[in-house]
């Protein structure tokens, strides 16, 4: 049987939240619809909200987790390290007003895991949350720039670099040949190796509590370019979303994240992430991943940015699960996705099930 996760946004951390009528209006239309295992909600720092959508929750026997955004967004709530970029100045990102900030932290800097952690211990840690979900668990991708993509070159991360043989003046001058210089192969594996190491220390200081983890990564094909090695991160938690984003035009949107990829780095790879290669992509997780794999499938529409229909939701939900996903999480935001979106993820899932 499939497991089914819904995601909810509530709002950043430094906007409004969202109305707890609002959200327990769309959640109990939406339960009443699927049978989904758990809710995830985050980020914005409202107590009383999540208080009240943990007790409705509870009353139907559905898991309660907290969205939180560790590598961005934390830095909007406590001193954090950014990413450098080769030239040593701070490296870009993307912001979305108050809603969202894409200006990406260092995964290798201690103080930005602490800080993350410090956030969680003064604003969710005693509500009552099943689990943790951890979102941008990475390095900015070349959606954010060129230097974005290519960093971080900070002190600490040169040092790693250099414990591990790698030549750092080779790599920034051949920062345009990412896909055949050794030494570009060496620094995305030393990349993946510190968000590994970072993310396990979060982890286990989650898990000693008695939290059960998420982990939401980019689609397989475009992790190890954001330093992603998913089947490593996935020795650390119960289950991990591959955000499958056709739809989507915006950070961790497929079609975004790989024309950012083309342009910033000058490639042109013979194939397109069509349904047919993202499933495939998708099932070779699913072999060498150590935890349920839940294909992230987005069904909220939002002008200009995500585009997802009816048959879209049917097409995906039906190859991702012939690839092996154990589950789904419906993606991103509930509270944006359209009634003929929300039938149709049902209709299928339900006739899925035999109901």
């Avoid at 001193?79 to 108050?98: F, I, Y």
Wanted: proline share 7%; net charge neutral; charged share 20%.
């Amino acid at each position: 049987m499939l497991d089914i996760t819904v995601q909810v946004f509530a709002g950043g951390y430094k906007s409004a939240p969202a109305d707890f009528g609002r959200v327990r209006e769309k959640l109990e239309d939406v339960l009443n619809r699927i049978p989904a295992t758990r809710v995830i909600m985050g980020w914005t720092p409202a107590p009383e909200l999540y208080g009240r959508v943990r007790d409705f929750l509870r009353q139907r026997g559905v898991e309660f987790f907290l969205w939180l955004p560790v590598f961005s967004e934390t830095g909007r709530m406590k001193p954090c390290v950014p990413v450098t970029d080769w030239a040593g100045g701070t490296a870009a990102g993307n912001a979305d007003g108050a809603e969202e900030d894409f200006a990406f932290l260092c995964p290798n800097e201690p103080q930005n895991v602490r800080a993350a952690l410090s956030v969680f211990n003064e604003n969710f840690a005693n509500i009552g949350f099943d689990g943790v979900f951890l979102d941008r668990i990475r390095y900015p991708s070349f959606a954010a720039g060129a230097d974005a993509g290519f960093g971080c070159f900070c002190p600490r991360c040169r040092e790693a670099y250099t414990r591990a043989g790698a030549d750092t003046t080779a790599l920034m001058r051949g920062q345009g040949r990412i896909f055949d210089d050794p030494a570009w192969r060496d620094f995305l594996k030393i990349k993946a190796q510190s968000v590994t190491e970072s993310v396990g220390a979060l982890c286990g200081e989650l898990r000693n509590r008695g939290f059960k983890i998420g982990l939401d990564v980019f689609a397989p094909f475009l992790s190890r370019f954001v330093g992603q090695d998913i089947p490593a991160l996935s020795r650390l938690a119960d289950f991990v979303k591959p955000m499958m984003y056709r739809k989507t035009f915006a950070p961790a949107g497929i079609p975004f994240e790989w024309d950012a990829l083309k342009l910033r780095t000058g490639i042109s790879p013979p194939f397109a992430p069509d349904l047919d290669f993202c499933a495939g992509d998708l099932a070779e997780l699913v072999k060498s991943a150590d935890c349920p794999v839940y294909a992230g499938v987005e069904w909220n529409r939002v002008p200009g940015i995500a585009r997802p229909t009816p048959g879209y939701i049917h097409e995906s939900l039906g190859a991702y699960a012939a690839a092996g996903a154990r589950g789904f999480v419906l993606s991103w935001n509930a509270l944006d996705a359209p009634l003929e979106n929300t039938a149709a993820a049902a209709q299928w899932l339900n006739h899925r099930a035999g109901r």
